[in-house]
């Protein structure tokens, strides 16, 4: 199996932290940045992201097995671990399919449910980008900005962007993530649960964690609760820093 790209910073008890779909190992450098005064940080590239291999596969099953296989190469027995959005998914299916792994769990604005469909509009902008004509991000931005309205979401995903040989192209796989949408977008149904520490953070503004998936939530996860961040939307961790970092270190220290 081939090994996800890391980063780790800090000294202490182990913490994993994973990136949301589009996103990369960069996306939660303020929270790594901040846990690592009492943890050893790792941060991962998913497959497909960032600077991990690419594979036409990326079911839950198949992205949490690279975190345990990367968990064993860091020789790492036990670890916390915090996921967003679909990060979050891999980490509630790695704790499920070994929780006695992980200590605490923590999911930043997902839910462990199918979603519907709903960034055809993103895959399509990014693959309709024509990088031929791509001389620097501001006429990627030009390009994207029929697709995407919001300035800060083609930011985010305008991360992807990195040159060489005086070449724009893409970090993550565009092909792949659009062939395995419908994996991405899963959710879990089986009878595995995962009975340690769980905390779900939520965005006030954000509507990715309902009320009708509580059951749900309570069945797979019986020892969650749950916070909301006022303010925040879906990258909470980025709109509201330090309100998220404080919430991560106290359910991390009690």
């Not at 462990?112 to 055809?120: L, N, W």
């Not at 962007?161 to 993550?172: A, E, I, M, Q, V």
């Not at 965005?203 to 964690?209: K, R, V």
Request: charged fraction near 20%.
């Amino acid at each position: 199996m081939e090994l996800l790209n890391f980063k780790q910073i800090g000294s202490g008890p182990d913490l994993l932290l994973i990136h949301g779909l589009f996103g990369s190992l960069d996306n939660l450098n303020m929270v790594a940045k901040t846990l690592s005064e009492n943890h050893t940080v790792t941060s991962v590239d998913v497959r497909n992201h960032g600077n991990s291999f690419h594979k036409n596969n990326m079911s839950y099953t198949e992205l949490a097995q690279d975190v345990l296989y990367l968990l064993d190469h860091l020789h790492i027995e036990k670890t916390d671990i915090l996921g967003h959005s679909m990060g979050g998914k891999i980490a509630i299916k790695t704790a499920i399919e070994q929780p006695t792994r992980i200590k605490k769990l923590i999911v930043a604005d997902i839910a462990p449910v199918q979603y519907p469909a709903h960034h055809q509009h993103i895959i399509e902008g990014l693959k309709n980008i024509d990088l031929t004509k791509v001389n620097n991000r501001k006429d990627a931005d030009e390009q994207l900005a029929p697709y995407v309205n919001e300035v800060g979401i083609r930011q985010f995903l305008l991360r992807n962007l990195s040159t060489k040989d005086n070449r724009y192209f893409f970090k993550c796989n565009l092909a792949f993530i659009d062939v395995c949408y419908q994996q991405i977008m899963a959710g879990f149904d089986d009878d595995a649960s995962f009975e340690g520490p769980t905390l779900f953070i939520k965005g006030g503004n954000s509507d990715y964690i309902k009320a009708e998936h509580r059951s749900i939530i309570s069945k797979i996860l019986p020892n969650s609760k749950a916070r909301i961040i006022q303010g925040a939307g879906h990258w909470l961790h980025a709109e509201k820093t330090t309100a998220f970092n404080k919430v991560v270190s106290d359910f991390l220290m009690h």
